[in-house]
């Protein structure tokens, strides 16, 4: 791949989809901030080049450009001293300069073309790479706040699941049975008093007409 694909694809990249899908966001972000950086650096050297490249060509072109000229006015000199053969081979040298000086003027707008372009990337990525640190703190708290999120839904979850709510509802029958054992407990403990307590009373009145009726017949030694 190269240098320029790579850049495009590190622009076009969405960076909230890279770090919903990440298994480490916080892992994920970093590195594409480095990719980024790397990227950016290298893109900064291939402008640097592409210029000193296109100044070189521009320099060629020059060259050959002057160089025609010279051999041009040569020739018109050839001719004033009619000096045909000189005219001649001056004619051909400015020729192969002119050629020289077209072939370098395509190759000095071709350089152009490339370091427009290059500048280009160059902008989008310090752009995005901007927007990358930019976004970082903000997408990680995003992240971090869709974990615990999705940890208190699964703890509601967890508390509504329906096995664990029955268990419950067991435990709180069990446990009211037991109170209802208890106070039945009570109340038969309670009951058999009373009863007791009940024949007792009837006994000593039973006992106290008794020795009314003895009393009432003379019955009772003195």
């Given at each position: ?161 329906q096995s664990k709510s029955a268990a419950f ?54």
């Amino acid at each position: 791949m190269g240098l320029l694909e790579r850049v495009s694809t590190l622009i076009r990249a969405n960076l909230n989809d890279m770090v919903d899908r990440a298994e480490d966001p916080e892992k994920m972000i970093k590195q594409v901030i480095v990719d980024m950086e790397n990227q950016y650096l290298q893109v900064k050297t291939q402008v640097a080049v592409s210029i000193a490249d296109q100044h070189m060509l521009e320099k060629k072109f020059r060259e050959n450009d002057e160089a025609g000229k010279d051999w041009m006015r040569k020739a018109q000199i050839a001719v004033d001293k009619t000096q045909d053969d000189l005219a001649r081979a001056a004619l051909d040298r400015f020729q192969t300069s002119q050629r020289l000086a077209q072939s370098y003027r395509e190759q000095v707008d071709d350089q152009k073309l490339q370091v427009e372009t290059l500048k280009g990337a160059l902008v989008k990525l310090e752009q995005k790479l901007e927007e990358a640190k930019s976004k970082r703190d903000m997408l990680l708290a995003r992240h971090r706040r869709s974990l615990a999120l999705g940890k208190a839904a699964r703890a509601q979850s967890a508390l509504g699941d329906q096995s664990k709510s029955a268990a419950f509802d067991r435990l709180k029958d069990r446990v009211h049975h037991t109170e209802a054992v208890a106070s039945a407990e009570v109340e038969l403990v309670t009951d058999d008093m009373g009863e007791r307590l009940t024949r007792l009373d009837r006994d000593t009145e039973v006992e106290r007409l008794l020795t009314e009726l003895k009393n009432r017949k003379g019955l009772l030694q003195a």
